[in-house]
Every structure is written in C-alpha cells, then in structure tokens.
C-alpha cells in the first residue's frame, strides 16, 4: 500500500501571499489531519477531516483552513502569509476512529 | 490545554547500549503513540498503546503505557546507528484524531 503522499515537498513564498498544500492519505483511510512542526513550538495540531467534515480544530488563527473532497485527499489553504509561518507542515491519515496515524513526508514551507 | 513532557530532550550513547525515554502529562489519555523522525522526513510510527499498563514490543523497541494513563515510557535495546533520530510520544483523547506531542527527544549514538 501506497503511503500518504504530499505536495509540493519545498514551497517558498512571499509575505502577504496565500498557499495551499495538498495530501493524499493511504488508501482507505478517511481521516486526514494536519499539524505544523516548527523548532520553536514543536509538532502543533491544525485540524482534521473525515468524509470532507471538519471534525476537530486546532488553536489556529482563521488564516488557516482546510478542506477534504469525497476521495478523502485534503488540501490545506493559508492566507496572508506571515514570516512566522514558515514551517514543516504534515498530514497523517487514519483508517480507524481514533488511534494510530500515519504521517507523510511533509511540505516545508519559507516565508520570506 | 493538554501538554507533554518529554525527557531527556537529548541523548549521547554509545553503540550497543541501551536507550530510557518518558513522557508525563497532566492529562488523562486513552492512546498513547512513539514515533521516531528522521531529518527532513516525516515521523514514522513506531509503536501504538491502548491499555494502562500495556507493554508492546517491536523489535529493539519496549513500549508501556502507564497505569495511571498520564504517562509512558520507551525503551530502545542494544542501539544500533540508525536508531539516531528524533523521538517523539504523543497522546491522544478518547474518539479524537487530534494528537498532542511531547518536545521530543533528540538521540546520537557513538560508534
């Protein structure tokens, strides 16, 4: 089985700009969720979907939003980037209600 | 909200010897996952509990989930050099996805 895969690996982008990150999970997994990963904070929950829901949400600013579509692939929007939002960004997929989660290689994204 | 302690947050050891990391939370969790990340990777899972007072095994690696669900421990026997990485616990609340991470613990192994 395919692992989660995402895309693009290296973003780089400008102050003001807006990105959106993709991932696609294992498949038959519906839960997605994401996380940031910077060395400051550690690895920090954004939010998760399953069956294109939103079901739990991290303590992010509104800049960051996400969405599922019905073959459970996810993207992850933010706007108005900031330089403080330069990180690693994950996405780990699940195929069961709670427990183990699988994580792909992550996008790492510079703000400048 | 919830938080991790992880420790220690680094490790220096000699090939072949044997390696303790814990985690302790202020919260109560039903999952407690270990998972070791590699530069520029993503982490990989290593070991999942599910039970207080479970102990898993994979290989090298000894897992237990504490008895009072507030803490767990990794062990990782007879270190080899591609144990070097970073490890991390995370915990999880009842029927939520959302995992909460420990800082992580940093292992370099002398050859």
């Known amino acids: 089985k395919a692992g989660v895969t995402q895309t693009p690996r290296y973003l780089i982008k400008t102050r003001g700009q807006q990105v959106t990150l993709s991932c696609s999970p294992i498949?038959?997994?519906?839960?997605v969720s994401w996380y940031q990963q910077t060395p400051g904070q550690g690895l920090q929950f954004l939010f998760e979907?399953?069956?294109?829901?939103?079901?739990n949400k991290g303590n992010f600013p509104g800049r960051f939003s996400g969405r599922q579509f019905s073959n459970s692939r996810s993207e992850m929007n933010v706007s108005t980037l900031e330089l403080g939002d330069s990180a690693l960004y994950l996405c780990?997929?699940?195929?069961?209600?709670?427990?183990?989660?699988?994580f792909g290689p992550g996008t790492r994204l510079t703000v400048t | 909200g919830q938080q991790l302690n992880q420790s220690p947050q680094s490790m220096f050891i000699q090939e072949g010897e044997d390696v303790s990391m814990n985690c302790t939370s202020s919260?109560?969790?039903?999952?407690w996952l270990w998972y070791k990340q590699d530069p520029g990777e993503g982490p990989v899972l290593l070991i999942a509990?599910?039970?207080?007072?479970e102990l898993t095994s994979n290989g090298r690696l000894t897992a237990q989930f504490g008895i009072t669900r507030k803490d767990s421990f990794l062990n990782i026997s007879a270190s080899i050099p591609s144990d070097v990485g970073i490890y991390f616990c995370?915990?999880?609340?009842?029927?939520?996805?959302?995992?909460?991470f420990g800082q992580g613990t940093r292992l370099t192994i002398n050859p």
């Open positions: 780990a997929s699940s195929g069961q209600a709670a427990g183990e989660q699988y």
């Open positions: 498949s038959g997994h519906r839960s």
């Open positions: 979907y399953f069956s294109e829901t939103q079901r």
């Open positions: 919260s109560i969790f039903n999952t």
């Open positions: 509990l599910y039970k207080a007072g």
């Open positions: 995370a915990g999880q609340l009842q029927g939520a996805q959302k995992l909460v």
